[in-house]
């Protein structure tokens, strides 16, 4: 468990993405990232590790709960159905019986696809989030959980997968000391029973949260100026020529002692004069110092890859099959669907007002036929039409916009390919779609005096509902369109 510290600017965020593999392709880069000793494109970065944002980003129709239960259910159960197969089997060869309480407990984390999971309850328990987990996450116009609760939830979202690698980007962000120790405890226990790896970036950690950490990453400029045990950091700091004073929190002064306008006043050499000691200094001595000698050595013996276990890396790029991830994104559009029935509601009354306006404007015993004059009002109808039916689409375009960011984290974040979260989308609105057409052509068609014949009935319906499916998918398309100019305006100077 190694806490990152570091003044902002430091490059804490860029280390733990460019770890987790997430940094931009059209970014130069040198070196090479290994994991037991297999470069990044060797197995899936993203199944293996998972990189917890400090931003948080979810659907605010949701609860606690789902939100937890649907992020178990895409990432999958990793490897704990093999490994509970042969722990079965090492038992039976054994002759012994397991606890019944803990066996159960096994089996029930081990089947993947399941709608609920006894991880998601026992990370809402860790976490301090069982006294919240029926209420509604929110957003900017629905009331839900707290900023702190919110924080804890997007770092639940990759605890509840099986990720064995865990890089955590200011977690403490909205939340007091007391529950990110809360917290921080959790996860030392997790690191030390589960065998998993977590580098945590902390801003300002109290210092019974500091003392939890086995390993500091100290960051500066660009820098890595200690790198090893939390015990020996302040002795490095010392050989240097600087002491932490008493009552000062420890990881406060590693944060200032780098600083050129705080470093002055933690000098312990008293018989010496003074002199600003830069990060460069700082990370040159560190590779002479007794740990940094002893990293080197470490890092340049050749990792042995015929050690790894199968199971370390995960070579699947999603952690369960197409048809369960259908189905989970399924679930989740027509439960989000529900929770937004009033725009269904009001795109269907407002398309049965509309029709009936039509029908009376257009009504066929005040419109004669028989010439080219007359047609014109049947084509002005059939224009009218067109219009109403093609832009009831645009109501849904200010969800689509409020639910993109919540789908690129977890399409980055390999929850779930694009087409199973498109396909459920576009599924689910046919009925409505042709409930939708259906009122318009009932009302209208006979109304306004089109031809009578059936087929002539059945062909408009289906054309009604050819162009609300078209100007949906055109609204959407128009909408990633102009998204992507957004972008190359931000990126072009």
């Known amino acids: ?8 600017g430091a490059g804490k965020t860029t280390l733990l993405l460019a770890l987790a593999g997430k940094l931009d392709r059209d970014l130069r880069s040198s070196g090479k990232i290994t994991y037991c000793g ?24 949701m609860t606690v709960r789902e939100t937890l239960d649907f992020s178990g259910r895409c990432l999958g159960v990793g490897t704990r159905y093999e490994m509970l197969v042969e722990l079965s089997r090492r038992e039976k060869d054994a002759g012994i019986k ?12 081990a089947m993947s696809g399941q709608k609920t999971s006894l991880v998601t309850d026992y990370v809402l328990k860790i976490l301090g989030m069982d006294i919240c987990a029926d209420i509604m996450v929110g957003d900017e116009m629905r009331r839900g959980i707290s900023g702190g609760q919110k924080k804890r939830l997007t770092t639940g979202e990759m605890l509840v997968g099986p ?4 890089f955590m980007d200011e977690i403490s962000t909205g939340l007091d000391s007391s529950t990110t120790f809360q ?13 998993v790896t977590m580098v945590i970036s902390l801003l300002q950690p109290a210092p019974e949260t500091f003392d939890l950490f086995d390993d500091i990453i100290l960051l500066s400029e660009g820098q890595i100026v200690y790198q090893g045990p939390r015990q020996s950091v302040l002795q490095f700091f010392e050989h240097m020529g600087f002491k932490c004073p008493e009552r000062k929190g420890v990881a406060d002064f590693l944060q200032e002692v780098t600083s050129k306008k705080d470093q002055q006043q933690y000098w312990s050499q008293k018989d010496e004069p003074y002199r600003y000691v830069s990060t460069s200094e700082f990370a040159e001595a560190f590779s002479s110092f007794k740990i940094g000698e002893q990293l080197v050595t470490e890092l340049g013996i050749p990792y042995d890859k015929r050690g790894v276990h199968q199971a370390a890396l995960v070579k699947d790029k999603y952690g369960i099959s197409n048809w369960e991830l259908f189905k989970a994104c399924f679930s989740r559009e027509w439960l989000l ?25 257009f009504l066929r015993t005040q419109m004669p036929v028989g010439t080219v004059q007359d047609g014109q009002k049947f084509f002005g109808a059939l224009f009218f039409t067109l219009i109403n039916v093609m832009f009831t689409g645009m109501a849904e375009l200010a969800m689509t916009v409020f639910r993109l960011p919540v789908f690129y984290k977890q399409r980055d974040f390999l929850f779930f390919p694009a087409w199973s979260f498109g396909l459920p989308i576009w599924v689910l609105r046919i009925p409505l779609f042709l409930m939708e057409s259906g009122i318009w052509i009932v009302l209208t068609y006979y109304t306004v005096g089109f031809a009578p014949g059936a087929d002539r009935f059945f062909r408009q319906f289906l054309a009604l509902f050819g162009i609300h499916q078209m100007a949906l998918s055109l609204f959407r398309s128009l909408l990633r369109l102009v998204e992507h100019q957004l972008l190359l305006i931000h990126w072009v100077p």
């Open 1 to 8: 468990m190694t806490l990152l510290l570091g003044p902002p």
């Open 38 to 61: 297999h470069e990044l494109n060797e197995f899936v970065a993203g199944k293996t590790c998972a990189y917890i944002s400090q931003h948080d980003i979810h659907y605010g129709e």
């Open 98 to 109: 397991p606890n019944p309480e803990i066996d159960a407990f096994m089996k029930a984390t």
């Open 163 to 166: 990720a064995k690698v865990l």
């Open 183 to 195: 917290i921080c405890k959790f996860l030392r226990q997790m690191v030390h029973i589960m065998d």
């Open 337 to 361: 669907m529900k929770r937004s029935a009033f725009v269904y509601v009001f795109k269907t009354t407002q398309i049965t007002i509309m029709s009936i306006i039509t029908f009376t404007v």
